[in-house]
């Protein structure tokens, strides 16, 4: 009787704290979880330099998040409780099935938020995303110099320094060009 209380308050506290964890998070309170371990040092700051660091502290696997640990405190109590009370286990069998299931609950519950992290996108346009894109210039190229095109790169209007691929060529402004590399600067050429 003490096992199936014990687990039915590991059900009843763990299920209310991740039904209020995740309406919390859906209203848009409490994005951050506290109780990740691994938590990314200096106060989350990503070194922007590394390509791979904007997408790491979010997109980790936290086995030891709050939500976690809510879904395996609720799911080991709920499927202990349910076996004490069916009684076919009895109290080790029904502890190690709680187990299975609470750790099972933990890891798909991590798995489903770094799913969802892969989906978040930041938006912005690097010049390498302009390379194969039309434009047109937008401050004149002189022979030799450096000026500016304005191009469409994934769905965004972005104006970037270019020069001509011939140097030289001159490229008034409002001449069609077409972006054929990314260095420190575009480079474009005549379409």
């Keep these: 009787m003490f096992l199936e209380n014990l687990f039915l308050g590991?059900?009843?506290?763990g299920g209310v704290l991740f039904v209020l964890r995740?309406?919390?998070?859906?209203?848009g309170w409490g994005g951050g979880d506290p109780a990740d371990l691994g938590e990314v040092p200096d106060g989350g700051a990503v070194d922007v330099s590394d390509p791979d660091a904007a997408h790491s502290s979010g997109g980790d696997?936290?086995?030891f998040s709050l939500h976690g640990m809510t879904s395996f405190a609720f799911l080991f109590g709920l499927t202990g409780w349910l076996a004490m009370r069916d009684g076919?286990?009895?109290p080790g069998l029904s502890t190690l099935a709680a187990?299975?299931?609470?750790?099972?609950?933990?890891?798909?519950?991590?798995?489903?938020f770094r799913m969802t992290s892969r989906l978040q996108s930041?938006?912005?346009?690097?010049?390498?995303?302009?390379?194969g894109a039309s434009?047109?210039?937008?401050?004149?190229?002189r022979p030799g110099a450096t000026g500016q095109v304005s191009v469409v790169a994934r769905g965004q209007s972005k104006i970037f320094d270019a020069r001509a691929k011939d140097p030289s060529e001159e490229l008034p402004t409002g001449t069609p060009v077409t972006v054929v590399a990314a260095e420190e600067i575009l480079v474009v050429q005549k379409r």
């Design 61 to 63: 696997f936290r086995l």
């Design 135 to 141: 434009g047109v210039i937008y401050l004149g190229i």
């Design 88 to 90: 076919s286990l009895g």
């Design 22 to 27: 995740t309406a919390m998070l859906f209203l």
């Design 122 to 131: 930041d938006g912005t346009v690097s010049m390498a995303d302009a390379v």
């Design 99 to 112: 187990l299975a299931v609470g750790f099972a609950a933990m890891f798909a519950t991590a798995w489903i």
């Design 10 to 13: 590991f059900a009843t506290v």
